[in-house]
Structure formats: C-alpha cells, structure tokens
C-alpha cells in the first residue's frame, strides 16, 4: 500500500491500516491548530480515549499512539449534522484531508495532515448514554459537563471527572502504563453490550501453517462469541458496516484487533501468523495494530 505524501487519501488509508505512531511533535502542533478552528467556528470537543489517557496521566501524547481522539456531543452546544459538515468544509479549507468513517454509533470523520490522524467522533446520545469506540458505554454527563485541563500551555477539555471516565474505559489499572496489545485487550473487555441486527460476516481463520482451526472463538467487543465451523468459518453478528473491536482465541493462541472495518454480508480471512506485525510495532514501524483481517 503506498504511505502517500501526508495529506491524502493515500496517507489516511495507510494510518487505519496500518497505524503507524504519529510525530508528537506535529501531533502537538497540530492538536492546537485543530482547537484554534473549533473555536473560530464555536464548535466544543473533549479530549478523549487515547489522547485523553495520556494528557491526565502522562502529561503529554502517548509515544506509540497512532492518532488524536475528539469527540463532541451531537445536540449539545448547538451541535447537528448540519454544522458538522460546515465544519469539515473549513478543515478541507484549512489544508487538511478529511476522511468519513462508518460507525454505528457516531458521525465519526478523521483529518489528515503531514501523517497526523485526528479522528473526530461526534456522538449520539442514546438514554443518557455515549457509547465510546469500541462501544463502551459512558454515562453523557462526562462529556456534557466537562473539566478543563492544562496542556501545551492552552486549555483543554476532558470528560469529567477524568479518573472516573478513564476507569470505565481502561479498567481499574488505568494509571499502569502498557504495551500494544494489552492496551487493545482491555479495552474490549470493558465492553458491556453492544447493539447487534441480524447483519453478520464471516471470519475464516487460518493457523499459523495456514489451515483452518476449527473451534476458534471470534468475539465481538460486546457481543456474543462466535465459533469457527471445520472450514475455519465463524458467524459474527454486526451492527451494520462500520469499525469493530474482536478478540481472535483458541488454544495457544489469542489475538485482540482493535480497529477492523467489516461489512454484512462480507468474507474476511484472519491469518495466525499477522501476531509477527507485534515485532513490528516494537520497532516503531507499527502503532496499535491496525486492521488485520483480508476481505476475501
């Protein structure tokens, strides 16, 4: 796949897939480019997610994260999809590229600048709830009412209180700072439910010597699990096209892909031998461990 020149279509393609580890150093900068045109324009986002764990407890961007995490709440603060999309126009204006993403829960976009990936979630809230990627369940209030924090000499907002949002999201060891791969897993686990239709896909998976495993579980982050027929095949249960979270196990082997865009209706083919890309990722080249799965 060809990395691009930074800002394009190209560039955007090769960060979701691959997720590479952004510059801090541009990742900062632009950070605060992107908060001098919410505010321009009277648009309210909250750090969240990665970038919020990592500005609470770090005090900085984590060094292996591979983009910045936005989220704005729709209906609050005068927010709809109408003054979403006019926000995209001037960030298109601005200089950056801008990418729409499927997502069940969310009018999620990403925008691309000098290899910098800043995915802006702006959520639904459903009884008082936002369900945060890869579908936990947050109480709005975090988001609607939040605190302001100090970073890079400018003000920033975070879900409130931030120790209470990071635990729902991270699990109780929050504070521990951990690998790719660990990182992923417990956030899967802390999904409760996940809203499910009779949409499904298929996941074949391949061993290491690249024959099919009977008996392998595939779960859903929040879903029920899914188990691999002698062909390797497994029947998983969607929300519609969008990214999904899915633990791969069965015995000696367990794999957590955080960021899988599937498709009802759709075959994909996991191989045991993509877990190599870890060594990868320790060497700086890969980030989180992007998607995985092949369509076939």
Known sequence: MERGNGTDADAMEYSLKYNPPVNIGLAEQYLIEVKDIFEEIGITFVLSSGSCLGVVRDHALISWDDDIDLVSIIGESGLSPESIYEALEVFRGRGFYVRHNPNWNA???????????????????????????????????????????????????????????????????WMIPKKPGQYEKDVIENVEELQVTNDSCIIRVLGIDGYPVQDARVTLAGGRDSVANEAGEATVMLGGTSWYALMIRYPGHEQALYMEELEPDATYVYRADSVSRQELSASGEIGTLGNVLIRA
């Open 107 to 173: 009018l999620s976009h990403s925008f691309m600048k000098d290899y910098v990936r800043i995915d802006w979630s702006c959520l639904h809230k459903f009884e008082e709830k936002v369900y945060s990627y890869p579908g936990v369940s947050v109480p709005a209030r975090f988001y609607m009412y939040p605190t302001s924090i100090e970073f890079l000499g400018h003000q920033f907002l975070v879900p409130n209180p931030p120790e209470e949002y990071l635990q729902l999201k991270y699990g109780s060891e």
